[in-house]
């Protein structure tokens, strides 16, 4: 079981920034990926970047330049840097635990352990 907390939504401008927290609690896997989705009303829940255990990232194609994902080991913590925000980026934010797997394709189903989401809403 792996607990996840995450922080830092809130509500900015188009072209604005915002930095999203995710506290996870203890855990020692060999392998896994901590990533972040997203899901607005009415859509699927959408991969939005992952890190796996050796510091390799991924980024769905719409994020990459924009997105920044880190973890800090030290602290349990995952973020997310979004920078250059548009409108379509308003969602609601999860981060989620992958053991034992890669974060190859960001897909949600295979994500065990989730957070209780943190809202992003970007105005025009």
């Known amino acids: 079981q792996v607990d996840l907390v995450e922080s830092g939504g809130g509500s900015v401008q188009a072209d604005g920034s915002l930095r999203l927290s995710c506290r996870t609690s203890?855990?020692?896997?060999?392998?896994?990926?901590l990533g972040w989705f997203r899901q607005t009303p009415g859509k699927g829940r959408e991969g939005v970047a992952g890190?796996?255990?050796?510091?390799?990232?991924s980024y769905a194609d719409s994020m990459k330049g924009r997105f920044t994902i880190w973890k800090d080991n030290a602290k349990n913590t995952l973020y997310l840097q979004m920078n250059n925000l548009k409108p379509e980026d308003s969602a609601t934010y999860y981060c989620?635990?992958?053991?034992?797997?890669?974060?190859?394709?960001?897909?949600?189903?295979?994500?065990?352990?989730w957070g209780q989401g943190t809202q992003v809403t970007v105005s025009s």
């Open positions: 989620a635990f992958r053991p034992f797997g890669s974060c190859y394709g960001l897909r949600w189903e295979f994500f065990d352990f």
């Open positions: 203890e855990y020692t896997y060999s392998k896994y990926c």
């Open positions: 890190i796996e255990r050796d510091g390799s990232t």
